[in-house]
């Protein structure tokens, strides 16, 4: 992985802490999510014109991407609803790493040596540590714990059905975008029907963090798309999982959530781990 990839993902990391934080503090937390992912989709409309249309061999995995995507927009409120965002920021984002690492092996053949490979377990460790600070563990409820969860399985399985559709679309941003603007659509036709009345309140009200956050995410999955392209599936998920010490820095500063020895603990192992995912040997 070079040095202009790792950046972008650590500016994706920050921008998906960002819009993250903007779904835990915006008011229904469904409805905000709902209102954001189609401020992307409006976006990625705009940059349409701009990018090649993904091959036709690629469509099976980007249909099968914007239903996992748009299961992944409702799990992560209903999850946020029942947890703080540093108990389900870390299991949700903790979890998908090694997933990832052993999906891309299976399904892409991907090989990481084992130094690297030690790299993203630490990476995982330590983004799940952010679990026990302040006694975190004891206090999340089994909903929050249980949805925290089905979004780390969703991350890991867009992630490697994301990294193997945009290498056969020929064009990384444009499967991007399309994916962008197809599950944004998706997720708000589903929740209009479930919580009309708080999404139509929600874009009143709270029009420019719909914006704000619409922007942070197309923005930061279209780089980690790229990057899945370039780089191996496994160290992308985990140096993009760099975002939960964004996160905690948000939670601790901005949320009032707390702070504990664990979140120094955490950015210590994500700190080795992203220097041992780097090996190339």
Known sequence: MTNDVTVLILLAAALHAGWNALIKVSGDRVAVMAVVTLAGSVLSLFALP?????????????????????????????????????QVYPIARGSAPILVTLGAFVFAGEHINPVALMGIL?????????????????????????????????IATYTIVDGLGARQAGSALGFAVWLTIGNGLLTILIAFIWKRNEIIEVARNNAVTGIAGGAMQV???????????????????????????????????????????????????????????????
Do not use: Q
């Not at 701009?50 to 999850?79: K, N, Q």
């Not at 992308?236 to 664990?262: C, D, N, Q």
């Open 50 to 86: 701009f990018v090649e249309s993904p091959d036709p061999a690629s469509w099976p995995l980007l249909v099968m991407s914007i239903l996992i995507h748009t299961g992944y927009h409702f799990f992560l409120p209903i999850a946020y609803d029942n947890g703080d965002l540093g």
């Open 122 to 154: 630490c990476l995982s460790v330590g983004v799940m540590a952010l679990t026990f600070d302040d006694g975190k563990v004891s206090k999340i409820n089994s909903k929050a714990l249980m949805f925290a969860l089905l979004t780390g399985i969703c």
């Open 219 to 281: 923005g930061a999955y279209w780089i980690i798309v790229y990057a899945l392209t370039v780089a191996p599936m496994g160290m992308v998920s985990g140096l993009r999982e760099t975002s939960v010490l964004f996160a905690a820095l948000i939670s601790t500063f901005l949320l009032k959530e707390g702070f504990g020895v664990w979140r120094f603990v955490s950015a210590c192992l994500v700190t080795f781990g992203l220097i041992l995912s780097r090996n190339r040997s």
